[in-house]
């Protein structure tokens, strides 16, 4: 009897291991599944990020925009515009730095899906012909954003001390204290009710109906020598600078 118990003792203590030991089996394949799958995880979101930021900065840009037929007239007078290039600075202010919100990134990208829905929306179903650009011009208080001026002119106060008038207008604006009439209501300035026209240099003239071909080979002969003489007088006044140090 006693040998028995002892069999039954040991056989119950072989059975209990074995369990522990299936247990650990089981727990570590648990954890090598888990940490598998997170690193899948983590390998994928990167890639669907990477994929995400490379679209957004590949259609964020005047190249891509411009590859609509109704958007030419825009670039024409963007590309004749300080913020487009042209100027000593060479700096370039993409689309979507003006033309999308940046108070947030989630409101950027939503904002970024709904503006191409629509496009293509008008593009497809559309007649952008039909669209009356200058009339639209006047409603540039709704595609135009504060947060994309201010995500560039981030410090617009400092820059515009030595400038009183500048300085004033734009400490009235900040704190918000400037105020425009939009229609029968007041509202709080925005940058484009005073700067009607930044960004794209006589768009006015590039709208349908364009101007003849003469005329526009005209406009650029004429920003070509308003930059070289600005060009010239700046190279004079540090000429005239250099020669006074010696």
């Given at each position: 009897?006693?040998n028995?118990?002892?069999e039954d003792s040991?056989l ?9 030991t299936?247990?650990?089996?089981s727990?570590k394949k ?9 690193v899948?995880g983590?390998v994928?979101g990167l890639?669907i990020?990477?994929?995400?930021v490379?679209?957004?900065k590949l259609?964020g ?16 007078a963007y590309s ?10 060479g700096?370039?202010?993409h689309c ?11 409101g ?10 629509h496009d ?8 952008p012909?039909?669209?009356?650009w200058?009339e639209?011009?006047e409603?540039?208080r709704?595609?135009?954003?504060d ?5 560039c002119h981030?410090?617009l106060l400092?820059?515009?001390?030595k400038?009183k ?7 009235a604006?900040?704190?918000g204290k400037l105020v425009?009439?939009i229609?029968h209501?007041k509202d709080?300035?925005?940058?484009v009710d005073c700067h009607k026209?930044v960004?794209?240099k ?6 349908p ?7 526009l080979?005209?406009?650029s002969e004429?920003?070509?020598?308003e930059?070289?003489k600005?060009l010239e ?14």
């Open positions: 009897m006693g028995e118990k002892k040991r119950e203590e072989t059975h209990e291991e074995n369990g522990v299936k247990e650990k089996k727990g648990g954890l090598l599944i888990g940490a598998s799958l997170l899948i983590i994928v890639i990020a990477y994929i995400v490379y679209a957004v259609t840009g005047a190249q891509f925009c411009k590859s609509c037929h109704p958007m030419q007239p825009m670039y024409k004749k515009d300080v913020h487009g290039g042209w100027g000593r600075s700096f370039v202010a979507t730095e003006c033309h999308l919100p940046h108070d947030s990134t989630i950027y990208l939503i904002k970024k899906v709904q503006v191409g829905l293509f929306k008008v593009m497809v179903f559309g007649d012909s039909k669209v009356n200058h639209k011009r409603h540039r709704h595609f135009v954003y947060s994309g001026c201010l995500h981030e410090n400092a820059a515009t001390m400038k008038k500048a300085f004033i207008a734009h400490k604006y900040f704190s425009v009439r229609g209501e709080k300035a925005r940058c026209h960004g794209h006589d768009l006015g003239k590039y709208l109906p364009p101007p003849p071909e003469e005329k080979i005209e406009e004429k920003l070509i020598e930059s070289i600005e007088k700046e190279e004079k006044s540090e000429n005239k600078h250099n020669s006074g140090k010696h």
